[in-house]
């Protein structure tokens, strides 16, 4: 409650007359709950999953639906989600969206826990109506150990992390002392330096089959491309719905954990390698950008989310910390080669800074020969809508692996989205083509994977509305010549 937060009370919730109220409804009585962040701010609620105490950076996530696949996303790992949607849980949990591991064999399935550290919601459904639920979403927390407070506000919580930045928080039913929680948030670990994908990586390499998993959606999706490209999947935290999108691409997959020698990989003879999403602060994965350095130019490859961290850094680029990040499904990004506009899903909170991958080539940069500057008067903090404004996708002349091209930009905020490496077969994109939960604007990109496999040299001018509506059998050729 934003109340409390501001003078540090406890929630009325823990009154006599409040608790019987609660008895008689669907809420029932439950235990009272704190949430602290680093700066010292303390919200007061009830908890509504596992009982225990959590750390980890508090960020949010703006989508609307789709709350257990944020829940099973490995990207999560370190981190307390608050969700701004209101109420959660009102249409249940079917366990078969989970996002973890799909295909995993029973005896690598170590990872199967969720990764994020505890959730925040405004209210918790505790009756949800769908003829698919078989779970509330509070039994689930509480089977699988999440902590979870509701009650109190998430507008006044998100608006506090827009203002002063996602930060270290803490989130109890055992304790409500301000000063114990303090001594336990000042010792716990931060999100930048940790090193959070060997946490939810597999450990063994294994193939993906994607038999393993039903697919619910097999009356209105069309039938997967028949498979005839063999890539090798970098799990860094990868998503069911990522693996999926590879495999209705026409690819055949080998799993390998975050840390795998390249040498190991080029023993495979893969026609492709992919770089999956995962959690925390990219400069501390070295093991997976070293490896990717040594692969580059020798094997397409294609990057999402921190696979785009991993593909910037191999290239010398640096990453930013993001002040709250990019979570939600309703981000707006212009591809510069077609001028097309996604409304995408994203999940990080660091990101690349463009100009640092090298300087301008003017003739391929529209005659522009400086990067765009911001308002501290460096390029570092440069708006890229610059770029958008003008149509064009500049290139810059990097020193290890020659030209590289901007191709994405964000509309919201101006930082960089995607690139593409000219003269070796790599591009990456920070944001989730898989859109699980969120829009399926960019599913395009995983056929762009197998066009540059192909050796198609333009594999990124796709009509990106004829390519979402041939995944689905409704797609008739009248639909996609009005979409």
């Known amino acids: 409650m934003a109340c409390s937060a501001c003078t540090g009370t406890s929630s009325a919730d823990g009154a006599p007359l ?9 809420k029932q009585t439950a235990a009272p709950a704190a949430l602290m962040l680093a700066d010292g701010t303390v919200f007061y609620g009830r908890a509504c999953g596992a009982r225990g105490t959590a750390t980890g950076e508090v960020c949010f996530n703006t989508s609307v639906e789709g709350y257990f696949e944020v829940f099973t996303d490995p990207s999560y790992a370190g981190q307390i989600v608050t969700m701004t949607y209101p109420q959660i849980g009102n249409y249940g949990i079917d366990l078969a969206d989970t996002q973890m591991a799909p295909g995993m064999p029973a005896e690598h399935q170590g990872n199967q826990q969720p990764a994020l550290r505890g959730l925040v919601v405004h209210d918790l459904c505790r009756t949800p109506s769908n003829w698919r639920s078989s779970i509330d979403v509070s039994e689930y927390l509480e089977e699988r150990g999440i902590i979870a407070i509701e009650g109190i506000d998430t ?3 998100v608006r506090h992390l827009r203002d002063h930045g996602a930060q270290k928080g803490i989130i109890s039913t055992e304790m409500l002392d301000r000063v114990e929680l303090a001594a336990l948030l000042d010792a716990a670990p931060g999100l930048v330096g940790e090193n959070l994908v060997k946490t939810v ?3 063994e390499a294994y193939r993906y089959y994607p038999g393993r998993v039903a697919n619910d959606h097999a009356f209105a999706q069309a039938d997967a491309a028949l498979a005839k490209r063999s890539v090798v999947v970098y799990d860094c935290g990868v998503k069911r719905g990522i693996l999926e999108g590879l495999e209705r691409a026409g690819c055949e997959l080998t799993v390998v954990p975050w840390d795998t020698p390249a040498r190991d990989i080029l023993a495979l003879q893969p026609d492709g390698v992919f770089l999956s999403n ?14 990717v350095r040594a692969l580059m130019g020798k094997v397409p490859m294609f990057g999402i989310c921190l696979g785009h961290q991993m593909v910037s850094l191999a290239a ?11 979570r939600g499904g309703n981000h707006p990004v212009m591809n510069l080669i077609t001028r097309r506009v996604e409304i995408t899903a994203q999940n990080h909170g660091f990101n690349l800074v463009f100009p640092s991958l090298g300087t301008l080539v003017p003739e391929l940069s529209g005659g522009v020969a400086e990067h765009p500057v911001g308002p501290d008067g460096t390029a570092d903090t440069g708006d890229l809508r610059f770029w958008a404004e003008r149509g064009v996708a500049p290139v810059v002349e990097n020193e290890r692996f020659g030209r590289i091209r901007l191709t994405h930009v964000n509309l919201n905020d101006g930082t960089a989205e995607g690139i593409q490496f000219l003269d070796a077969p790599v591009f990456s994109v920070q944001y989730h083509p898989e859109a699980s939960p969120g829009p399926t604007d960019a599913h ?13 040299p333009d594999y990124l001018d796709i009509d990106i ?10 797609g008739t050729a009248e639909e996609v010549a009005h979409a």
């Open 201 to 203: 990586s597999c450990h």
């Open 278 to 291: 995962g959690p925390g602060d990219p400069d501390a994965v070295t093991e997976t950008y070293e490896q």
């Open 444 to 456: 395009y990109l995983f056929t762009a994977f197998a066009q540059l496999i192909d050796g198609k």
């Open 465 to 474: 509305a004829r390519d979402r509506l041939a995944g689905w059998r409704f």
């Open 18 to 26: 409040v608790q019987r109220m609660l008895a008689n409804t669907s």
């Open 155 to 157: 507008r006044a919580l």
């Open 316 to 326: 010398g680029g640096r990453m930013e910390k993001l002040k709250y990040g990019h």
